[in-house]
C-alpha cells in the first residue's frame, strides 16, 4: 500500500496564504480589543498600598509598577490593532474593521456610515489586507 500525501485543504486561498490555525489566532487576538482597552483603564485606578509596620503578602516587587507594565502591553496591543486598521486603505474602513473583526458584528449589521463604498467586495479585501498586516506586526 502506497503512503498517501495529505493534501492541504483551504476554504479560500486567503486561509491557505496566511494559514488556518494563524488566521483564528489573529481573530481572536482582535476579539480582546474591548477587554485589553477595559482593562487598561482600570489599571489607570491602581495606587500604593498604605506603608505600615506590618507584614504583607509575599508577593515581591511594586503593584503600581507591576501595573503600569501591564497597562502598557495592552496598550500596545491595541495600537498594533489600530495602526494596522488605519493603514489598509489609507484607514478608510478603520471604523468598519474595528467593528467587525474586535467587536464581532457581521458585515450586514455594520451601520452603513461606517462603509465609504457598498462593494461587499472591496470591504473582506480590505479586512484580508488587515488581517496580513496584522500577521506581519506580531512577527
Same mark, same amino acid.
Given at each position: 500500500?502506497?503512503?498517501?500525501?495529505?493534501?492541504?485543504?483551504?476554504?479560500?486561498?486567503?486561509?491557505?496564504?496566511?494559514?488556518?490555525?494563524?488566521?483564528?489566532?489573529?481573530?481572536?487576538?482582535?476579539?480582546?480589543?474591548?477587554?485589553?482597552?477595559?482593562?487598561?483603564?482600570?489599571?489607570?485606578?491602581?495606587?500604593?498600598?498604605?506603608?505600615?509596620?506590618?507584614?504583607?503578602?509575599?508577593?515581591?516587587?511594586?503593584?503600581? @509598577?507591576?501595573?503600569? =507594565? *501591564?497597562? +502598557? /502591553?495592552?496598550? $500596545? !496591543? @491595541?495600537?498594533?490593532? =489600530? *495602526?494596522? +486598521? /488605519?493603514?489598509? $486603505? !489609507?484607514?478608510?474602513?478603520?471604523?468598519?474593521?474595528?467593528?467587525?473583526?474586535?467587536?464581532?458584528?457581521?458585515?450586514?449589521?455594520?451601520?452603513?456610515?461606517?462603509?465609504?463604498?457598498?462593494?461587499?467586495?472591496?470591504?473582506?479585501?480590505?479586512?484580508?489586507?488587515?488581517?496580513?498586516?496584522?500577521?506581519?506586526?506580531?512577527?
Amino acid at each position: 500500500m502506497q503512503g498517501r500525501k495529505s493534501k492541504r485543504i483551504c476554504r479560500n486561498k486567503f486561509e491557505c496564504e496566511l494559514g488556518k490555525y494563524r488566521y483564528a489566532e489573529l481573530r481572536n487576538f482582535c476579539r480582546q480589543y474591548a477587554d485589553k482597552k477595559a482593562e487598561a483603564e482600570l489599571l489607570l485606578s491602581v495606587k500604593s498600598p498604605t506603608l505600615s509596620a506590618m507584614p504583607h503578602g509575599s508577593e515581591v516587587g511594586d503593584p503600581v @509598577v507591576r501595573a503600569a =507594565e *501591564r497597562r +502598557a /502591553k495592552l496598550l $500596545e !496591543d @491595541v495600537e498594533m490593532i =489600530e *495602526r494596522c +486598521a /488605519k493603514s489598509v $486603505e !489609507d484607514g478608510l474602513y478603520f471604523n468598519a474593521i474595528i467593528v467587525n473583526v474586535c467587536l464581532g458584528k457581521a458585515y450586514d449589521f455594520i451601520p452603513k456610515e461606517m462603509m465609504p463604498r457598498t462593494d461587499r467586495n472591496a470591504f473582506f479585501s480590505a479586512r484580508r489586507e488587515f488581517f496580513r498586516t496584522l500577521d506581519k506586526a506580531k512577527r
